[in-house]
């Protein structure tokens, strides 16, 4: 008896954590959509729409590293609910500001949401049996898949009718109503840590990392504006230098690192971690450009005039290709091995952004370009994850799937900023119209991280691709 009731909570316990970041990867997916609206109302410029993701991002590139150590040292049911409500306390927060300033707050808040993910792939590795790992895996990622499709689909009604803040109000009740079901769930479980060692969190870690990735996204900002070799943006690029100099020497001295940097000698886990930082570089530039685009009006030169209704859906063969292809991605690796998905992965990825550098204003060459990016985006960082989760034991599963995500985040915060920084470079400050050569720079500077991704993973060792291959169970989905 006692042991059906531990596996009915373990069930609910992994399907409760995966809701509710299906419901954060809603929430999330609603902004791309909204960004014009959010522009206008707020009255900001291109380059200050980079701060809606920033924070966001930035965020979750520091808390999803702690995260990650918190839930190989606590119990992950209180990890999940402290997660949880701070993601809330930011919606709230974003839903009620009246200026860029307090958004990106609100912003940042939500971006502790991140770290339900290494958390889900470390309650996966710990309640369910080895064979069905890459199942739980892949549940993972379906999860954020249907949830970015569904949030592109309603996301222009949503804001069209009731104001961008409706895209924080709807998952609010959700978001509170998984954690007070954790919370009933933690009662009387028996679920304990994975790791029993050194109980301690490396703050001063977190702070350095915060720190360095602050200076890089400031200089970026200010560069348009200032000037790539003014004092104020080239004491911001020292500041993420010093910074970041600082953050790797702390990391490999502390007896209980933030990112375990040991973990990138094995030749597997670092160029997994090139490609989980290529993809969210190249994904995110895309997700930002694209809406501003197509609602940009024709009369400019481009554009495709697009109503706050219709962003979503030029956004939504993203959401339809990443979600089909999730369920997937094992038996692929089966039919082939890890190295081989994650070339394609990458080739879908810088194959769709070059079709948006040649954007004609044709609605069927952005729809097709988006459905390449969704597919290149789940191929690569869903093997990516499958690889490294299968690589170490229990103990670190959150914390290298953290490591990974950190690493994306990172390439994510990047590239978005970047993106609105090279918008920003063409844009006529008098007329505040932005010229077509922007989205071009943005893209092909992206096309050349994706590519230097795509000759990373032909590099990926065939032996440990053949031996990770060998783990995958015939009757995994």
């Given at each position: 008896?006692?042991h059906?009731t531990?596996?009915i909570?373990?069930?609910?316990?992994?399907t409760?954590a995966?809701f509710?970041?299906?419901?954060f990867?809603l929430?999330?997916?609603?902004?791309a959509?909204?960004?014009?609206?959010?522009?206008?109302e707020?009255n900001?410029?291109?380059?200050?729409?980079?701060?809606v993701?920033?924070?966001?991002?930035?965020?979750?590139a520091v808390?999803t590293?702690?995260?990650?150590?918190l839930?190989?040292l606590?119990?992950?049911?209180?990890?999940f609910c402290?997660?949880?409500?701070i993601?809330?306390l930011g919606v709230?927060?974003?839903?009620?500001?009246?200026s860029?300033?307090?958004?990106?707050?609100g912003?940042?808040?939500?971006?502790?949401?991140?770290?339900l993910?290494?958390?889900c792939?470390?309650?996966?590795?710990?309640l369910?049996?080895?064979?069905?790992?890459?199942f739980?895996?892949?549940?993972?990622?379906?999860?954020i898949?249907?949830?970015?499709?569904?949030?592109?689909?309603?996301?222009?009604?949503?804001v069209?009718?009731?104001?961008y803040?409706a895209?924080?109000w709807?998952p609010?009740?959700?978001?509170?109503?998984?954690?007070?079901?954790?919370?009933?769930l933690?009662q009387?479980?028996?679920?304990?840590?994975?790791s029993?060692?050194?109980?301690q969190?490396d703050?001063?870690?977190?702070?350095?990392l915060?720190v360095?990735?602050?200076?890089?996204?400031?200089?970026l900002?200010?560069?348009?504006?200032e000037?790539w070799?003014?004092?104020?943006?080239?004491?911001?690029?020292?500041?993420f230098?010093?910074g970041?100099s600082?953050?790797?020497a702390h990391e490999?001295?502390?007896s209980?690192?933030?990112?375990?940097?040991?973990?990138?000698?094995?030749?597997?886990?670092?160029?997994s971690?090139?490609?989980?930082f290529?993809?969210?570089?190249?994904?995110l530039?895309?997700?930002?450009?694209?809406?501003?685009?197509?609602?940009?009006?024709?009369?400019?030169g481009y554009?495709?005039?697009?109503t706050?209704?219709?962003?979503?859906?030029?956004?939504?063969p993203?959401g339809i290709?990443?979600?089909?292809?999730a369920?997937?991605?094992?038996?692929?690796?089966?039919?082939?091995?890890?190295?081989?998905?994650m070339?394609?992965?990458?080739l879908a990825?810088v194959?769709?952004?070059?079709l948006?550098?040649?954007?004609?204003?044709?609605?069927t060459?952005?729809?097709?370009?988006m459905?390449?990016i969704?597919?290149g985006?789940?191929?690569?960082?869903s093997?990516m994850?499958?690889?490294?989760?299968?690589t170490?034991?229990?103990?670190?599963a959150?914390?290298?799937?953290?490591?990974?995500?950190?690493?994306r985040?990172?390439?994510?915060t990047?590239?978005?900023?970047?993106?609105?920084t090279?918008?920003?470079?063409?844009?006529?400050?008098s007329?505040g119209?932005?010229?077509?050569?922007?989205?071009?720079?943005?893209?092909?500077?992206?096309?050349?991280?994706?590519?230097?991704?795509v000759?990373a993973?032909?590099?990926?060792?065939?032996s440990?691709?053949?031996?990770?291959?060998?783990?995958?169970?015939?009757?995994a989905?």
């Open positions: 008896m006692t059906t531990d596996s909570r373990n069930r609910l316990t992994l409760t995966i509710g970041l299906f419901v990867s929430l999330e997916s609603m902004i959509p909204a960004l014009p609206s959010i522009r206008a707020l900001i410029t291109p380059t200050q729409v980079g701060w993701f920033t924070g966001l991002l930035l965020s979750g808390s590293a702690l995260i990650g150590r839930a190989d606590y119990e992950k049911r209180w990890v402290g997660v949880m409500t993601a809330s709230v927060l974003a839903a009620l500001a009246d860029i300033t307090f958004l990106a707050i912003q940042a808040l939500q971006g502790v949401g991140f770290g993910v290494p958390l792939l470390g309650l996966v590795k710990e369910m049996p080895r064979d069905r790992a890459s739980g895996v892949g549940m993972v990622m379906v999860a898949c249907l949830s970015t499709l569904l949030g592109l689909l309603i996301a222009g009604t949503l069209a009718n009731f104001g803040q895209i924080y709807l609010l009740l959700a978001l509170i109503g998984c954690t007070l079901v954790m919370v009933v933690q009387g479980s028996d679920l304990q840590p994975a029993h060692g050194d109980k969190v703050w001063l870690g977190g702070f350095l915060a360095s990735l602050s200076g890089l996204l400031l200089a900002t200010l560069a348009p504006d000037g070799t003014a004092f104020p943006v080239l004491g911001l690029f020292a500041v230098a010093v970041m600082l953050w790797v490999k001295r502390t209980c690192p933030l990112v375990d940097l040991t973990l990138l000698q094995d030749r597997r886990v670092y160029i971690a090139f490609i989980a290529a993809v969210g570089f190249c994904s530039s895309a997700y930002v450009l694209v809406p501003l685009f197509v609602q940009a009006d024709p009369a400019g554009g495709l005039g697009a706050v209704e219709q962003i979503g859906m030029y956004l939504v993203f290709a990443s979600s089909a292809i369920p997937l991605v094992s038996r692929l690796e089966r039919l082939t091995n890890p190295r081989l998905v070339i394609l992965g990458m990825l194959l769709g952004l070059l948006l550098a040649l954007m004609d204003s044709s609605r060459q952005v729809l097709i370009a459905t390449l969704g597919l985006t789940v191929l690569a960082l093997e994850l499958s690889v490294v989760v299968r170490v034991s229990i103990d670190r959150a914390g290298i799937s953290g490591l990974m995500y950190v690493i985040n990172i390439g994510a990047t590239g978005a900023q970047l993106s609105v090279m918008l920003g470079v063409a844009t006529d400050t007329s119209t932005t010229a077509f050569v922007g989205y071009q720079w943005a893209l092909f500077i992206a096309m050349g991280i994706g590519a230097l991704a000759l993973a032909i590099c990926f060792p065939t440990a691709a053949d031996e990770v291959r060998s783990q995958v169970p015939d009757g989905n």
